[in-house]
C-alpha cells in the first residue's frame, strides 16, 4: 500500500467527545481510496475549493437512478478516487434490518467499492460511497441478488421513505409502512426512469409529529390525522397530571394551543374538537390521557422542498382527509393528473411547489380536477389565492 | 389506438437524440412532446412513448445521464 496521507486539518475534526466521520474515515485508511479521499478533502481544506465533478454518463443498464456519478479533478494525485460513484439503495420501509442483512451488504461493498456507507441519506435510502465505473453491474448484481434495489436520483421520483408508524408509535393514523412499500412498488418505472421536470419526493409520517420531516423535505407529504374527536381520558389526567404534577396544564398545554380550542378549569379539559388542527402537541404533552381520535386517514400535502435552486418551501394541505389505506388508487390518480401538469407545463428544473407558485394556486386545482378548500393554504390565518367565482359571473 | 407501432416511435426517438447530439439535450418529456406532435395523438399516446423510451434504454441504443437534470442521450461508444 502507499504511504498514509497525513491530515492535520482533518484531525482536527476527530478531537472531542462528538461522532467524527473523520474518526471513521481513518479506522479503515487502509483501503486505497478511502486513503486518497482523505488526501484529496484535506487538500481541499488547505485550498478552500472542492474537487469533486458530479453528473455525466454513469449507471446500469435500464436504469436512468440510483447512481450519482462523481469525479475528482486532480486523478494524477489521488488516482484512487478519481472516480467515486456514489450508489443509493432503496431502503426498507421504516429502515427496518436484521444484522445479517447489514452484514451482506457491507461484504458486497467492500468487495466492489469503499467500504464507506451513509446510513442513511436525506432522502432515506442507504447511501454507499464510492466506486469505480466497471463495478456498478457487479454490484447491482449483487445487491440484487439479496433482494435489494437501486433508489432514486435525477429528476424522477426519489425514493420514498417514511417513518416506522405502527410497528413502534401509538400515534400512527395509517400504516405508513405498508403504504409507503405499495407506493414504491406502483411507482417503480417513475423511480428508475427519470422523466419529469425535476425530482418529486414522497414521505410518508404517521401522524403531525411528522419524524420523517415530510412537510419540509417531500414534495408530495402524507401526514397521519383524524377526523373525529380527540379521546380524553379525564381520570388519567387526574390521575398522572394534576394530582402526579409535572405539567401545568393552562400554561404548557392549553395556552400553546394553535387554534386556542381547548379549556382547562383546574379539574376539567374541554377540546372544540371542531376548531381542533390536529397538530399533535397536547396529545404529546398529556400523552396518558390524550389519544387521537377512531377515524384515522392522512391528509396529502404538496410543494415541500429545501433550498437549492428556490428557496425552502413547506407544503400545504391538497387533500384534507383520506382514508388512505382504502384509497390508493385515488392517490394514484391525483398524482399523476399532476405529473401530466407539471411535465407538460413545468420548467427545467422546477420543483412542483415553485410551479405552483408560478401559475397559481387556483389555477393549479382547476387543472388537476381538486375543488378549493379552507384547508388549502400555506400559513395559517393567511390568504389562500383562490378567487372564488360568484354564481351568475363570468 | 394506432398504427404506429412502439418500434417506429422508438427509432423517430432514436433519430431525433442523434440529430441533436452535441446541440441540445433532449428529456424524456421533450421526446414525448414531439411524438405525439409528430405522430398526432391519436395515434401516439404517453403510455407509448413510455414503452418506447424503455425500449430505447434497454437495448443500449441510448442511455441516461445527469447534467443538472436527466437527460436522454447517446451512450458514449456511440459519440465516439
Redesign the interface.
Known sequence: MTEKRQTPKLDELTKGPWPSFVTEMKKVQDNPMVNDLLGQLERSYNEKIGHWKHGGIVGVMGYGGGVIGRYNDLPDDFPECNEFHTIRVNQPAGWFYDSKTIRKICDIWEKRGSGLTNFHGSTGDMVLLGTRTKELEPLFSDLTSIDFDLGGSGSDVRTPSCCNGKARCEWACYDTMKICHEVTMHFQDELHRPAFPYKWKFKFSGCANDCVASIARSDCAVIGTWKDEIKIDQKALQEHYVNGGGVDIARDVVNRCPSRCMSWDGTKLEIANEDCVKCMHCINVLHKALRPGDERGAAILIGGKAPIIGGALLAFTLIPFIDIENSLEDIYEVVEEIWDLWGEYGKNRERIGEFIQRIGLGNFLEQVGLEPAPEMISHPRTNPYIFFELDGEE | MSDVSVETVADTMYDMVKEYHGKKNL???DL??AMIKKFGDDKVD?KMC?AA??QL??S?KC????????YI?L??EKTE
Open positions: 428529456k424524456a418529456l414525448q412532446k404517453k413510455k423510451i424503455r434504454i434497454d443500449g442511455t441516461y445521464s445527469y447534467v443538472g437534470g436527466s442521450v451512450p458514449p
